[in-house]
């Protein structure tokens, strides 16, 4: 931590916004309830605009700032007060224990895949163009997505498309792809569409196909269980007042986020003392989920479906 007691200017190496417009910024910048002095994760960096925010609003503090994604790493500001890792968020408190930090004041998360990610078409993560099948945050993982169509047995394709898509007809549209995968391998989004095409309900299309490829891309990147243990880790990291903020994008990842903040588990129902009153590791600090405005929207339509909750730790 330095002692310098004015705030330093951010160099931004390289201009984040056309990497990543920041969803519900302000929103979420307040919520952590930032202290000059504090330490504070941000720990899916992206496009580097919530870590801005931050900077600006501390002094003395720090920022530790983490992201997979290698292309990440461009947005990097020059500031003393910043720590950047590439690396999955998974693996935070270990990145901290590195840097010799056991507490920090506050934990952001924006859950969304960046704008970077859809639109370099060669990382396949959006229906709308043919590329390969690959879908990793992070391009040193192992598997990709036409791993996981190739290779997965029917019923882990029917468990991933029926609890990640939400997909009605998950058995169908499994069966479907392994009949068509022992004729040649499915290596392309344009294939995988034209394969699963039998399978999508007439006039919505575009909405099954984008239940398929998000359902590709949990599966792919794991993100459920390592955003469970994010929140697990944040019981440890955050003292008494330090705030916790997730930004969502779908019911799988605001039901988890929801409920830990609410029970302090992922299901069921947190257990009560003597007095009928439920042991709860967060205060909720908006029990209501905040949206983005209609002029956010209109701006950057691809938060449409961000939910932000905050949780303060209450100990």
């Not at 002095?37 to 530790?64: C, M, N, P, Q």
């Not at 924006?110 to 690959?134: C, K, Y």
């Not at 919505?204 to 697990?232: G, P, T």
């Not at 129902?269 to 909720?284: C, H, L, V």
């Amino acid at each position: 931590m330095t002692g310098d007691k004015q705030p330093i200017s951010t160099h931004w190496a390289t201009p984040p916004p056309d990497y990543h417009v920041s969803a519900l910024l302000e929103e979420s910048i307040d919520g952590l309830n930032i202290r000059g002095d504090g330490v504070y994760v941000d720990a899916t960096f992206g496009g580097g605009g919530h870590s801005r925010e931050i900077l600006k609003r501390l002094t003395t503090g720090r920022l530790i700032a983490l992201d997979q994604d290698a292309d990440a790493l461009a947005n990097r500001p020059d500031d003393r007060r910043l720590i950047m890792e590439q690396g999955n968020f998974r693996f935070l408190r270990n990145y901290l224990a590195h840097y010799g930090i056991r507490n920090v004041d506050g934990i952001l998360a924006d859950l969304g895949v960046s704008s970077h990610h859809f639109d370099t078409v060669e990382r396949g993560f959006t229906f709308r163009h043919d590329a390969p099948l690959d879908m990793r945050m992070n391009t040193g993982m192992s598997i990709t997505a036409a791993e996981v169509i190739n290779r997965y047995p029917e019923n882990s394709l029917r468990e991933i498309f029926g609890q990640y898509g939400e997909v009605s007809n998950a058995q169908r549209l499994a069966g479907r792809i392994v009949t068509a995968r022992r004729s040649h391998p499915i290596e392309r989004s344009g294939q995988l569409l034209e394969t699963i095409k039998p399978c999508m309900p007439r006039g919505s299309e575009n909405k099954y196909a984008a239940k398929v490829f998000q359902a590709l891309r949990i599966a792919v990147n794991r993100e459920l269980d390592h955003l469970k243990s994010l929140l697990l880790q944040s019981l440890d990291l955050l003292p008494a007042k330090g705030r916790l903020a997730i930004i969502t994008y779908h019911s799988l990842e605001d039901r988890l986020v929801k409920n830990f903040l609410k029970n302090g588990l992922f299901e069921g129902e947190a257990e009560k003392d003597i007095y009928g009153q439920s042991k709860t590791p967060f205060r909720q600090i908006n029990t209501k989920i905040i949206t983005p405005s209609e002029h956010e929207i209109k701006a950057n339509s691809r938060v449409r479906s961000a939910k932000l909750r905050i949780g303060e730790r209450v100990k």
